[in-house]
T-cell receptor, first 117, second 113 residues
Framework: EPEVTQTPSHQVTQMGQEVILRCVPISNHLYFYWYRQILGQKVEFLVSFYNNEISEKSEIFDDQFSVERPDGSNFTLKIRSTKLEDSAMYFC???????????????FGPGTRLLVL | DQQVKQNSPSLSVQEGRISILNCDYTNSMFDYFLWYKKYPAEGPTFLISISSIKDKNEDGRFTVFLNKSAKHLSLHIVPSQPGDSAVYFCAAVYGGSQGNLIFGKGTKLSVKP
């Protein structure tokens, strides 16, 4: 069964450093998402990406964050200068295009645990 | 501001009995609702969904009920199994959005043998 994969599974970095989190969405999916979950809190939407551009982003997704689809398979989240409060589990998700107004299910990757020291 | 609320942080149920997980929402613009299950150190796994034009959807042991007037949905698991022990998240989608999920805080279900 196809699945969303994410690398690395864990990343430890120093405050102020840049990190790139990688995701390979399911191959026929067209919508891509990043979410994060700070320990003990709920899963929060960061950004959605469709047709090679950001379609929506939350207030969390400030200028320190960027996303890219550098080739036909990878989808990346870059944090330019990490802060302590960026420590969280980051999840990538993807879905097919909806038809006739029906929402298609989002499938999540296993996550990358980011720890900023 | 919590647009999707799961007011019970935990629930304990005996194997074979029914588990009922509840979710309330505040925004009437939500038109699609999903339940996800999450094990520690894994990503959320899709369980079942329901469109706002329906009031019930069933898939095997899982049934989701939607009461739009009360802005309430519930997930019923019958019969509950020890393998169902996990955190269950309710999520909602705005009509016309790109499908961004708004999650509740989750309910930890423990099914005891």
């Amino acid at each position: 069964e196809p699945e969303v994969t994410q690398t690395p599974s864990h990343q430890v970095t120093q405050m102020g450093q840049e990190v790139i989190l990688r995701c390979v969405p399911i191959s026929n999916h067209l919508y891509f998402y990043w979410y994060r979950q700070i320990l003990g809190q709920k899963v929060e939407f960061l950004v959605s990406f469709y047709n090679n551009e950001i379609s929506e982003k939350s207030e969390i997704f400030d200028d320190q964050f960027s996303v890219e689809r550098p080739d036909g398979s990878n989808f990346t989240l870059k944090i330019r200068s990490t802060k302590l409060e960026d420590s969280a589990m980051y999840f990538c998700a993807s879905r097919e295009a909806g038809t006739g107004g029906v929402q298609e299910t989002q499938y999540f990757g296993p996550g990358t645990r980011l720890l900023v020291l | 501001d919590q647009q999707v609320k799961q007011n019970s942080p935990s629930l304990s149920v005996q194997e074979g009995r029914i588990s009922i997980l509840n979710c309330d929402y505040t925004n009437s613009m939500f038109d699609y609702f999903l339940w996800y299950k999450k094990y520690p150190a894994e990503g959320p796994t899709f369980l079942i969904s329901i469109s706002s034009i329906k009031d019930k959807n069933e898939d095997g042991r899982f049934t989701v009920f939607l009461n739009k007037s009360a802005k309430h949905l519930s997930l019923h698991i019958v019969p509950s199994q020890p393998g169902d022990s996990a955190v269950y998240f309710c999520a909602a989608v705005y009509g016309g959005s790109q499908g961004n999920l708004i999650f509740g805080k989750g309910t930890k279900l423990s099914v005891k043998p």
